[in-house]
């Protein structure tokens, strides 16, 4: 080789050494800004889950556009209290408490008792006064028959055939005038004679253990505990979808239409004879009257949550299909059987904004699917009507007077073991809770306790007075005098501080009826008591 040829094979050889280095040095720059990438865009990810979670879940969940793990704690605790408030039971289930106590003895000529399930005993409602059959009452109050009363009996999960079982305890003492049956899509569950159901529901231990690691669980939900609850759920319900059969049991879409077939079908039809003969044996009018939910509706398995004019196609829809079976049933049978559906879509378009046409604000909360305040008052504006219409002897003559229970009255609490006692017009003793666990915590996000108003009434004042009182902010709850009932929308009034404390309601905020009073407050020592003085406004008109 020459000394060109070597000289040249040199040049080549440190040539190739500089782009291999340069090669190596540009490979390790780029991964640097890579791995930096990735973390910058790991961190942004990070922090949009967090907001999410700490910020935007939260807002829908207090708004009640949004269920929550919260929400589901806090409707089990409703539950709870209310099988501690109401004294109905399987031998007598006529609801009555403390607050609401019913005599055999009828108050006034005339007494309507609605039978029905848990639209009737109230599953997780705050205030008993925003049940259906209560704002019956109250539409017949404004209506002008003031000598009608009205009570109603029926357990959780009770079928018609239950509700048969129940009516032939306590008609023969309670001595109703006429009787209304709320029919319910699940009412035509039946059980065969080994005491099963014949069409089996699905509940949740029948479905496997997720086998999501429990690393991977573990750590979303201590990262991102709101949103974790959430991915979950929805994998859970659609698990439950993808297993259920006759063995398993079925989605509570699917079987309500699966008891309108076979065995379970025919054996609802003699359950309606047996009904229809009962009222021939107690000579009673007995009517049906439809009372078309919209939360199931809407979303039967939160897999696809409706709003606005779709909500109510679809549960035009729903019904149409579980309704029109059973109307052949009841006219064979010889039952009065009235459909409201029409009735209660009209009024939820003509009273609802598109907000609050969502299959998750048509139902007592965003954990429960349980009528909204907007439908309870549409079940009873129809019922109101079909009395109004095919039943005017049994309502009497209207009356002038409006007043048919004494202002301030307050009737029902949460929590059970505030024991509120009535003192005088106006004054009350109860004993506040020992635990923030016994308290209400949604939609205000604050422990509180909530006291609720027999009739809707306008207060000038009211004053709590405790020795061990340190602290307490007053919400309200008003109705809509337009549409007649409250939304179960709390205001804040105000937070005082002390052991007397004085809340003045301004005129210019509170024009409208208060229904409800929620009292967050602080109390030290072990005197629980807290005083409960109300001043009406004078020129309020009842």
């Not at 080789?1 to 000289?7: C, F």
């Not at 209506?143 to 079982?165: F, W």
């Not at 205000?444 to 207060?459: A, G, S």
Request: with cysteine; charged share 25%.
């Amino acid at each position: 080789m020459t000394l060109s040829d070597k000289l040249e094979s040199a040049g080549k050889q440190e040539s190739a050494g500089r782009r291999t280095s340069s090669f190596r040095l540009l490979s390790a720059k780029d991964s640097g800004s890579a791995l930096l990438y990735m973390l910058l865009s790991l961190a942004c990810i990070g922090f949009a889950l967090t907001i999410a979670d700490r910020f935007i879940i939260p807002m829908l969940e207090d708004s009640g556009t949004l269920t929550s793990w919260r929400w589901k704690e806090q409707d089990g605790w409703l539950l709870e209290q209310g099988r501690r408030k109401n004294l109905a039971s399987d031998d007598c289930s006529v609801w009555r408490s403390a607050g609401w106590p019913v005599s055999e003895k009828k108050p006034k000529s005339t007494r309507i008792l609605v039978m029905g399930d848990s639209f009737a005993w109230g599953t997780g409602y705050p205030n008993m006064n925003t049940l259906w059959w209560r704002q019956l009452q109250k539409v017949l109050n404004d209506r002008g028959y003031n000598d009608v009363e009205v009570i109603a009996a029926g357990m959780p999960a009770q079928s018609t055939a239950a509700q048969l079982v129940g009516a032939k305890k306590i008609i023969g003492k309670y001595k109703p005038d006429l009787v209304i049956w709320g029919y319910v899509t699940n009412d035509p569950d039946e059980v065969a004679p080994d005491g099963k159901h014949i069409v089996p529901i699905m509940r949740s231990w029948n479905i496997p253990p997720d086998n999501l690691p429990a690393p991977v669980k573990n750590s979303l939900e201590s990262l991102f505990p709101n949103l974790a609850w959430h991915l979950f759920d929805i994998r859970q319900n659609a698990r439950a979808k993808n297993i259920q059969s006759k063995e398993t049991g079925w989605d509570y879409g699917t079987w309500e239409l699966k008891l309108l077939e076979g065995p379970n079908f025919e054996k609802y039809a003699k359950t309606l004879e047996k009904v229809a003969q009962f009222q021939k044996t107690v000579n009673l009018p007995f009517f049906f009257i439809t009372l078309p939910a919209g939360y199931q509706a809407g979303d039967a398995q939160r897999s696809s949550l409706r709003t606005g004019a779709g909500l109510l196609t679809r549960m035009q829809e729903y019904h149409i299909e579980r309704y029109g079976k059973v109307q052949t049933l009841f006219d064979k049978s010889g039952l009065h059987f009235f459909n409201t559906l029409n009735d209660v879509l009209s009024g939820l378009k003509g009273g609802l904004n598109s907000h609050e046409l969502s299959s998750l604000q048509l139902g007592i909360s965003p954990a429960n699917g349980h009528p909204a305040a907007s439908l309870c008052h549409l079940y009873a504006e129809s019922a109101a009507n079909i009395l109004e219409k095919n039943y005017p002897g049994i309502l009497g003559n209207k009356k002038e007077s409006k007043t048919v229970a004494p202002l301030l009255s307050i009737n029902d609490w949460m929590p059970h073991s505030l024991l509120l006692n009535r003192l005088a017009d106006g004054r009350y003793l109860f004993y506040a809770p020992q635990s923030e666990k016994d308290a209400l915590f949604l939609p205000i996000r604050k422990p509180y306790l909530q006291l609720n108003f027999e009739i809707p009434t306008e207060l000038s004042r009211l004053r709590l007075l405790g020795a061990g009182l340190k602290r307490a902010e007053i919400y309200l709850v008003a109705e809509n005098q337009k549409l007649g009932y409250d939304e179960q929308l709390p205001r804040r009034l105000g937070e005082r501080k002390g052991s007397a404390l004085v809340f003045d309601l301004p005129k210019e905020q509170w024009t409208k009826k208060i229904s409800s009073i929620l009292i967050s407050a602080d109390i030290t020592g072990s005197d629980r008591r807290v005083l409960l003085e109300l001043n009406p406004d004078r020129k309020a008109t009842h």
